[in-house]
Nanobody, 125 residues
Framework: VQLQASGGGLVQAGGSLRLSCVAS????????MGWFRQAPGKEREFVAA????????YYADSVKGRFSISRDNNENSVWLQMNSLKPEDTAVYYC???????????????????WGQGTQVTVSS
């Protein structure tokens, strides 16, 4: 699976962005999908995840109520809608794919098999 993330940019605090991740290669619908982010000088952290069929979603506490993850298996795509952005949301955002067999440990980075290249999100105060 090859993952291509896009949609990042510069936005003022309180604004919104929608990140996209398009997959090519193997069957997208057999993968749980996650978004992670890495801020300068910090470890990469979990942001949101959605299971392979799109019935279950998970969020980091820091983004609950502001971010929303969705997917369309017909379009081989997953999105991260980010609202009410804060300066602390500034980071490089990565999408990742986890083959759906077994339990979905959505926040464990080591469980993900494929990663996109990342897209920069900068939120100004």
């Amino acid at each position: 699976v090859q993952l291509q993330a896009s949609g990042g940019g510069l936005v003022q605090a309180g604004g919104s962005l929608r990140l996209s991740c398009v997959a090519s290669g193997r069957t997208f619908s057999t993968y749980n999908m996650g978004w992670f982010r890495q801020a300068p000088g910090k470890e990469r952290e979990f942001v949101a995840a959605i299971n392979w069929i799109g019935k279950e979603t998970y969020y980091a506490d820091s983004v609950k109520g502001r971010f929303s993850i969705s997917r369309d298996n017909n379009e081989n795509s997953v999105w991260l809608q980010m609202n009410s952005l804060k300066p602390e949301d500034t980071a490089v955002y990565y999408c990742a794919a986890d083959y759906y067999a077994g339990s979905f440990r959505y926040s464990e980075q080591s469980r993900y098999d494929y990663w996109g290249q990342g897209t920069q999100v900068t939120v100004s105060s």
